[in-house]
């Protein structure tokens, strides 16, 4: 089993920046994609950015595109989501996601990848 912990949310004006973090805990022979995504009170979870096993191959979604990066510490089974200019639109909790797999560049980007999830950090832009 793999478990994933996020750090990072908080509350922050809008144009501020937060860096999300999460850490992952389990088998440190496997290979894992990892993915963010969000899901604001009734609306369905949306994908953010993802990432491969090799942090080659990045996708990031476009509405955040040119704002939020992803990257990752596989020494420190650590990904991040650096957030840029945030917008109160952004204001969400942010879940990490975690896949096995066995092709080092690949890259996923829908919930159904995904069989591990965080518990979520909350990301509060205010106007």
């Known amino acids: 089993q793999v478990q994933l912990v996020e750090s990072g949310g908080g509350l922050v004006q809008a144009g501020d920046s937060l860096r999300l973090s999460c850490v992952a805990s389990?088998?440190?022979?496997?290979?894992?994609?990892m993915a963010w995504f969000r899901q604001a009170p009734g609306k369905e979870r949306q994908f953010v950015a993802a990432i491969s096993w090799s942090g080659t191959n990045t996708k990031i979604a476009d509405f955040v595109k040119g704002r939020f990066t992803i990257s990752r510490d596989n020494a420190k089974n650590t990904e991040y989501l650096q957030m840029n200019s945030l917008k109160p639109e952004d204001t969400a909790p942010y879940y990490c996601a975690a896949a096995r797999t066995g092709c080092s560049g690949c890259v996923y980007f829908t919930s159904h990848d995904y069989p591990y999830w965080g518990q979520g950090t909350q990301v509060t832009v205010s106007s």
């Open positions: 389990g088998p440190t022979d496997t290979r894992y994609s």
